[in-house]
């Protein structure tokens, strides 16, 4: 079976969003999601994974080590089932899920290449609390083909 993981994105045009269930990103998608609506285009919901970080499929038997499709397509379901529990029903909004096997910011910038807009949230899941902007916003901020959008907590 040939290996399906995906590693890069390529978009033509739409809100990207990064997503990886940190609350920060959640935010972020609301207001891609808004962004989205108001420009009358796609939103594509971008998330990268690596072994660390993707959920385990659920029919995986415990001494079994998951494939990367397997991995691919538990990480898909993971996030079309927060996409759903964020937007809700959204016929309105076409929107369009990317998992990607690849680190966050790579994945993230590649698809910014094509978009009209990059929303990402101020910090992710990461281990330094105290920034004032993640590494992957920062990297995001600097280097990515569109205008960036860094979506801050609610205060």
């Known amino acids: 079976m040939p290996d399906q993981t995906i590693q ?3 978009i033509d045009g739409g809100v990207v969003v990064g997503v990886d269930s940190s609350a920060s990103s959640l935010r972020a998608l609301l207001v891609a999601a808004e962004e ?3 420009r009358n285009t796609v939103l ?3 998330r990268a994974w690596s072994f660390r970080t993707a959920p385990r ?3 995986c038997p415990p001494n079994v080590v998951p494939s990367l499709d397997q991995f691919q397509q538990s990480v ?5 089932r927060i996409v759903n529990k964020k937007l809700g029903e959204h016929p309105d909004l076409p929107v ?5 096997h690849s680190p966050s910011p790579q994945a993230l910038l590649s698809a910014s290449k094509g978009a009209e807009l990059l929303v990402v949230g101020h910090r992710g899941r990461g281990g330094f609390a105290g920034l004032m902007l993640g590494s992957v916003a920062e990297q995001c901020v600097r280097h990515a083909a569109c205008p960036v ?6 205060v």
């Open 8 to 10: 890069q994105v390529e």
């Open 36 to 38: 989205a609506r108001r």
């Open 44 to 46: 594509h919901v971008v």
């Open 57 to 59: 499929p659920s029919d």
């Open 76 to 80: 898909l379901e993971d996030t079309e």
């Open 96 to 100: 369009q899920i990317h998992v990607v």
């Open 149 to 154: 959008l860094v979506v801050r907590p609610n």
